[in-house]
């Protein structure tokens, strides 16, 4: 293990600070059976590629309700990548550092990819597939950390180091009972919501301003007339 | 201020605010996602009646999914060992590698997405029965 993490290098390396999101992590991002099912989806690449991939997120958190080291990989949960039977490796690294509620620092993620692969992706590939540092800190923080070791694979196909991992598109029908739920909102608004915001600021506190200013006219409104 | 420059001033904010959302619901309030995709890749196939088309691109996987990204952001996403799968309201767009270092876009709508890519997305954007069936090791079981 020690020649290979000697041999290895970090591809590239983003850091991201964000405000204070929902506090501090109180259990394991992942849990045991969404790890599970990431390292078997992470056996099936190598299976197809010859590269071990893995995952190690380092967490810290000021509070002291959980700091540890999450890790997983190719050969399973809680298996780190570089071993003697993965010749070669790629692992999708963070570091969360959470601060204490009373702190006035924010949180921040640092993350990177390290590998004893050369030419493979960095976190400037992981940033174009929707990687980052506010990813890792939210509230899907788990899907975050899944996206992003799930992605290396595909990144490793398009530098032309392995071929591609086949999609399994579905051949006739799913289950009755299983659909698509939770539909998402407007696009529209989505993309163009900051827009939409702005001009319906300016409409409504423009026509308040003008009718506040003609009424104040028109019934005196704030102009006090005092009888003797 | 007096108050006739207060009242032209409110007009004028007002009337800056609603020409800004007209001219912005004129020139893209009937655009979306899918005629993005459209417009901007080579059309390879279309299905049942065009709910499924498969585009091309010669840029890699990873550049076409930022673009669409970029352009529409999603409402959620889902990175696979295979490729990149985007959550609008009304469709699924999947983008992965065509094999030639160029990229295939699959674009269909959300029930037909669902069932296209139910071992890849199944789970995280609804409900996940059938692991077996999908060819996918193992699941989250139900929506995350």
Same mark, same amino acid.
Not at chain 1, 143 to 154: D, E, S, T
Not at chain 1, 216 to 227: I, N, Q, T, W
């Given at each position: ?41 992470? %056996? ?70 390290? %590998? ?29 950390? %899944? ?9 490793? %196909? ?46 409504i506190g423009g026509l308040g301003w003008a009718g506040w200013a003609w ?14 | ?77 889902v990175n696979d060992t295979a490729g990149f799968f985007l959550r609008y309201r009304d469709d699924i767009v999947a ?50």
């Amino acid at each position: 293990m020690r020649a290979h993490a000697a041999r290895a290098v970090v591809l590239g390396l983003a850091v991201a600070v964000s405000g204070p999101i929902g506090g501090a992590e109180a259990t394991p991002i992942l849990d045991a059976a969404h790890a599970e099912e990431v390292a078997a989806q992470l %056996a099936e690449a190598t299976a197809v590629q010859g590269i071990c991939y893995g995952w190690q997120v380092q967490i810290d958190d000021d509070d002291g309700t959980y700091s540890g080291t999450e890790l997983g990989s190719s050969r399973g949960v809680d298996l780190a990548a570089e071993h003697p039977s993965c010749p070669r490796f790629i692992v999708f690294r963070a570091d969360l550092h959470y601060t204490s509620e009373s702190s006035e620092s924010s949180d921040s993620a640092l993350f990177y990819v390290w %590998a004893n692969v050369g030419g493979g992706p960095d976190d400037e590939d992981l940033r174009r597939v929707g990687v980052s540092g506010e990813a890792l800190l939210g509230n899907k923080d788990d899907l975050a950390i %899944a996206n992003a070791v799930l992605a290396l694979p595909a990144l490793v %196909a398009e530098h032309g180091l392995a071929p591609p991992v086949p999609a399994v598109g579905t051949e006739g029908t799913i289950p009755a009972a299983d659909r698509a739920t939770g539909r998402p909102g407007s696009d529209w608004i989505r993309a163009y919501g900051a827009f939409v915001f702005l001009s319906a600021a300016l409409l409504i506190g423009g026509l308040g301003w003008a009718g506040w200013a003609w009424a104040a006219e028109r019934f005196h409104l704030g102009k006090h007339s005092v009888r003797e | 201020m007096s108050t006739r420059a207060q009242i032209i001033l409110g007009l004028v904010l007002a009337g800056v605010g609603g020409l800004t959302f007209a001219i912005l619901l004129a020139v893209t309030g009937f655009e979306s996602p899918r005629d993005f995709v459209d417009d901007r890749y080579t059309l390879v196939a279309s299905q049942d009646g065009g709910r499924s088309k498969e585009y091309s691109s010669p840029q890699p996987p990873s550049a076409v999914v930022q673009t669409i990204a970029d352009r529409w952001q999603p409402a959620d996403r889902v990175n696979d060992t295979a490729g990149f799968f985007l959550r609008y309201r009304d469709d699924i767009v999947a983008v992965m590698s065509d094999g030639a270092g160029g990229s295939r876009i699959y674009v269909d709508d959300e029930e037909e997405g669902y069932r296209h890519w139910y071992g890849h997305v199944g789970g995280y954007w609804g409900t996940y029965s059938s692991p077996a069936e999908a060819g996918r090791g193992g699941g989250p079981g139900t929506g995350k």
